[in-house]
């Protein structure tokens, strides 16, 4: 088939891929590009290469498919490498698009506009998939390589960088015949007896669910209501059953009652998590002996905690087997369970004071699948990332990557991804400064977005760290603007919630609008939490500990 341009060949792949929606900023190095999406889809323009992939996640993470963003050359994909290592991290499905300057200059050194030294080398460090438009009769063949690539498990982003002659020129899409898709690994025979036989006599069994058991939703609740187990989640794995489940436990894994549940299980079985260093206690979390652990990352296997059975494998393909021979827990250990999923939910609630009133009022008013995007900061740390309710791992969405800034383009993403619900965006005032041009992104786009800003005028994760740990502070008290001013700047509604009883009425009404509101938490005036929150890491200090 022949396409005018390189922008209509886009389209026409996208819509193969059922993509509506891009976000992106233009550029002269992706004006066919931009221009072809703009009149055939949904062009979203942001104000930040960064955003434009972020964005992209977290459309694709909340429709569960593959998102797409468009960025300029040079210092334009450099801008979005930071947010390529949050989904190459994450291993969610990108497709990022990037000009590059004319083929005939490419590699030439010789400082053609927007020209940067071996780009496709630096997307390929951040991306699963990265490569070169060569000539026109080659891009309809690797955007869908990189599109097969980003979805493929474990998945991440796939980059390609396309010269700007190139996606002016006539397009010649030379379609061969579809591979059949590869079939999985799978796990070693004798290693899944091992693990049926120990499933088959375990009393005391425990189920930790990470990120990888989101491909394999009911395979997992059949396991979980088989067996009676307890299912503890990585943040990742929030959803992959729904968290109003009694066997639920969550994202707690490192509070007391669930270490001492780990040290009295006669079996763990975790499904496709990492054990990320936050959500291990920096590795001094201890896990039973009798271990079996199904990742579908060969690599995984035993490499942060031993496993007794390790099983290759698609968690969907393996579950079922290790279902048929599973074996009631005992009814006190089932009991045990749903105790300690409501006295570590009590605890938490008890440690953030006045907070608790703006997570039950969010619990209260969203409906039920509702996306959550939680940027890095105290109050996703605390509640946001346990205690909030998921139940879909769509609606699960957070840089797992760890950094800062990234909230408010996911949830941008998100809400226009699904837009017959309201999307709530949690950030701090410090993250939400790193990206602050995206309120106008979000005005202009108005989308059903509740932007939740935690106000306490700087990077408190830090700072209370810097209290605990240090005699002074460096680099965490900063200076933020008047969030109302700001709003009312950018066009968007603004309400403050700076008491618990405003967080009820506050909220519903935000998300009845229909469109952006910006919220702040004003959190000198709400009071502080009665346990401050400091991320788990090691801080040395000369006396060992916390001063």
């Not at 930071?82 to 990108?94: K, Y």
């Not at 930790?208 to 989101?214: Q, Y």
């Not at 460096?474 to 618990?500: I, Q, S």
């Amino acid at each position: 088939m022949t396409h005018r341009n390189g922008g209509d060949l886009l389209v026409a792949v996208l819509k193969e891929l059922g993509i509506d929606t891009v976000f992106g900023i233009v550029s002269v190095h992706n004006l066919p590009l931009v221009e072809a999406v703009d009149r055939e889809l949904r062009f979203v323009p942001v104000r930040h290469e960064a955003t434009a992939v972020n964005a992209a996640d977290g459309w694709g993470r909340a429709r569960g498919t593959l998102g797409c963003a468009l960025t300029s050359t040079g210092t334009g994909a450099g801008n979005a490498a930071g947010s390529l290592v949050e989904a190459l991290a994450s291993g969610t499905s990108v497709l990022h698009v990037t000009g590059q300057v004319d083929s005939r200059h490419l590699g030439s050194g010789r400082g053609f506009i927007h020209e940067t030294k071996d780009q496709l080398g630096m997307l390929a460090a951040v991306s699963a998939y990265a490569a070169t438009v060569p000539d026109t009769a080659s891009a309809g063949r690797l955007l869908r390589e990189a599109a097969a690539a980003a979805l493929a498990v474990p998945g991440g982003p796939a980059s390609v960088e396309w010269p700007i002659d190139l996606q002016y020129a006539v397009q010649q899409d030379v379609r061969g015949e579809r591979a059949a898709p590869a079939e999985g690994p799978g796990p070693d025979p004798d290693a899944l007896a091992g693990a049926r036989e120990l499933l088959a006599g375990a009393r005391h069994p425990l189920i930790w669910a990470g990120g990888g058991a989101n491909r394999a939703r009911g395979e997992l609740l059949a396991l979980l209501e088989a067996t009676g187990a307890g299912l503890i989640t990585s943040n990742s794995g929030r959803g992959a059953v729904p968290e109003d489940h009694p066997q639920v436990i969550g994202n707690f894994a490192t509070t007391p009652p669930v270490r001492a549940l780990l040290a009295d299980a006669d079996a763990l079985l975790t499904v496709g998590t990492h054990f990320r260093s936050n959500e291990t206690s920096d590795y001094d979390l201890r896990l039973p002996a009798a271990h079996v652990q199904i990742d579908v990352d060969a690599a995984a296997l035993g490499r942060v905690y031993p496993a007794r059975h390790a099983l290759h494998g698609d968690a969907a393909r393996v579950l079922p087997s290790l279902t048929a021979a599973a074996v009631p827990a005992a009814a006190d250990w089932s009991a045990r369970v749903r105790s300690v999923r409501e006295e570590v939910r009590a605890a938490l609630r008890e440690g953030i004071g006045p907070q608790a009133a703006i997570c039950e009022a969010l619990a209260a008013a969203l409906p039920r699948g509702a996306v959550v995007a939680r940027d890095v900061t105290i109050a996703s740390s605390t509640w946001g990332n346990r205690l909030l309710p998921i139940h879909d791992p769509r609606a699960n969405v957070f840089p797992r990557g760890g950094g800062i800034g990234q909230g408010l383009g996911m949830g941008i993403g998100a809400a226009l991804a699904r837009p017959d619900a309201p999307t709530v965006v949690i950030a701090g005032d410090g993250g939400l400064a790193v990206h602050l041009g995206e309120l106008l992104t979000l005005a202009q786009e108005r989308p059903p977005l509740l932007l939740l800003v935690f106000n306490d005028g700087g990077y408190g994760v830090l700072r209370n760290t810097q209290d605990r740990y240090s005699d002074r502070r460096a680099g965490v008290d900063l200076h933020t603007p008047d969030f109302g001013r700001l709003a009312a700047a950018c066009g968007l509604p603004y309400a403050r919630v700076a008491a618990e009883a405003d967080a009820e009425g506050v909220i519903r009404e935000a998300l009845a609008s229909g469109g952006p509101t910006l919220v702040e938490v004003d959190l000198a005036a709400l009071g502080p939490m009665k346990n401050p929150f400091t991320p788990p890491v090691k801080i040395p200090t000369a006396e060992g500990g916390p001063r």
